[in-house]
């Protein structure tokens, strides 16, 4: 069946300039995570979804970061004014269940701010 | 979530058996043990968890000591393609209102012809 997708895989742009991420979760998972990996470094946690709340949060590193999910299904991260330490792969996990734990990872979306 | 420490690196010919140790001295009675695996340019892979049994399953065999304080994975018969990062992660597994990862710098396995 078909995995977790993301878009665009790769993103340009430019420093101040704002960007959307988007994450297709595998159809009926309930639950959805942000994560990224800046270059040379290990995962990092950004935000965990349950349905379309967010009840962990504590991942985002600054106010300028910001995701939305919506029908239960499809996930945007934001980034605003983005700057260059923002440049990093930016992953989504999505997991049937929280209990679960078996989280199944996209390919990733690599953006690179210059 | 317990603190883990894996080996930065680790070499196996090709056909042999992989052994990538974990340990997880301050692992609490309802932590599971986890790995996953991130081959190059990819997003992380699930291959096995456990809690205090042996478990095996057709990715690997996870072998944790009887006082839980360390664990082995083995990969059985490493290919070329078993060349990855390897990450161990202790974590309860619900958490009430989260299911976050927390990924530490893992072992990367080379697996070398």
């Known amino acids: 069946g078909a995995g977790v997708s993301q878009s665009p895989s790769n993103k340009v742009t430019e420093k101040g300039k704002d960007v959307e991420l988007r994450c297709d979760p595998i159809s009926g998972h309930t639950a959805l995570y942000w994560y990224r990996q800046s270059l040379g470094q290990g995962l990092e946690f950004l935000i965990y979804f349950q349905g379309n709340s967010a009840p962990d949060k504590s991942g985002l590193p600054s106010d300028r970061f910001s995701a939305e999910r919506t029908g239960g299904s499809v996930s945007t991260l934001t980034i605003q004014r983005t700057q260059q330490e923002d440049s990093a792969v930016y992953l989504c996990?999505?997991?049937?269940?929280?209990?679960?734990?078996?989280?199944?990872f996209g390919p990733g979306t690599r953006l690179t701010v210059l | 979530d317990a603190k883990t420490t894996q080996p930065t690196s680790m070499d196996c010919a090709e056909g042999r058996a992989a052994n990538l140790p974990c340990n997880h001295s301050?692992?609490?009675?309802?932590?599971?043990v986890y790995w996953y695996r991130q081959i190059h340019s990819q997003g992380p892979q699930y291959i096995i968890h456990g809690l205090k049994n042996n478990e095996t399953n057709e990715m690997a065999s996870l072998i944790i000591t009887e006082d839980r304080k360390s664990s082995t994975l083995i990969l059985p018969h490493a290919t070329l393609r078993d060349t990855a990062v390897y990450y161990c992660i202790v974590r309860v597994p619900f958490t009430g209102n989260t299911g976050k990862l927390i990924f530490g710098q893992g072992t990367t396995l080379q697996v070398k012809p």
């Open positions: 996990a999505s997991s049937p269940q929280q209990s679960t734990d078996t989280q199944y």
């Open positions: 301050t692992i609490s009675g309802n932590e599971y």
